[in-house]
């Protein structure tokens, strides 16, 4: 089955530098790459996905990179802010056919932004 | 509308006991999920119901647990014989079935098994 590595377990940075959360995945088939957020006590949300179709996406100060000969992925976070401040999860699947996704996710990372 | 709805939100049971975690879907979403979150740890897929289908029991990590969905809605995570092991935020996400592949968490079941 598919294993996804995760990496770093934590990360601290300063208010307005960037961070980057690198994943790593085993199954060459799969074809979809979420992230997900959780902030202290609250539920996952989904932040930023791509499809193998795709290298590069970007919203507002996240993006989300892609390399599938490599098999890794990274989320990309630029001029953070205290409220960035949670935990990521990276994710991995592959689509049978139409319909939902089955995902391995990430042990995830645990993101400081300091003040 | 309403989000994916999980009861309890806290159980806490002597080792040994059964328990029984419920997750109501958001209407109309045929893809159902439940996953557990242990401390420090990631998202561990257990099982996974897709319309009618036969549901993905592969994540499933003894036969102490079992799930069930009734009328393609809501579903039922059912734990025999409790270990202390089995502590852990039991979360729930649906998904509409279509491409966009994004799950809607719930606000997940923290079991604690004394």
């Known amino acids: 089955g598919e294993n996804v590595e995760q990496h770093p377990s934590t990360l601290s940075v300063q208010e307005g530098d960037s961070a980057v959360i690198k994943c790593t995945y085993s199954d060459s088939a799969s074809n979809y790459f979420p992230w997900y957020k959780q902030e202290l006590g609250k539920r996952p949300q989904l932040i930023i996905d791509?499809?193998?179709?795709?290298g590069e996406k970007k919203d507002q100060r996240i993006a989300v990179t892609l390399n599938k000969t490599a098999k890794h992925f990274s989320l990309h976070i630029t001029e953070t802010q205290p409220e960035d401040s949670a935990v990521y999860f990276c994710a991995a699947s592959k689509n049978p056919g139409a319909g939902s996704y089955q995902l391995t996710f990430g042990k995830g990372t645990k993101l400081s932004v300091i003040p | 509308g309403a989000g994916v709805s999980q009861s309890p939100s806290n159980k806490v049971t002597e080792k040994g006991k059964d328990v029984e975690l419920r997750c109501d879907p958001i209407?109309?979403?045929?893809?159902l999920y439940w996953y557990r979150q242990s401390l420090g740890q990631g998202l561990e897929f257990l099982i996974y119901f897709q319309g009618n289908s036969a549901p993905d029991k592969s994540g499933l990590p003894s036969d102490r647990f079992s799930a069930e969905r009734t009328g393609g809605s809501v579903s039922t995570l059912t734990i025999q014989r409790t270990q202390q092991e089995d502590s852990a935020v039991y979360l729930c996400?649906?998904?509409?079935?279509?491409?966009?592949?994004?799950?809607?968490f719930g606000e997940g079941s923290r079991l604690t098994v004394l």
């Open positions: 996400a649906s998904s509409p079935g279509t491409t966009t592949g994004e799950l809607f």
């Open positions: 791509i499809r193998s179709n795709v």
């Open positions: 209407s109309g979403h045929t893809a």
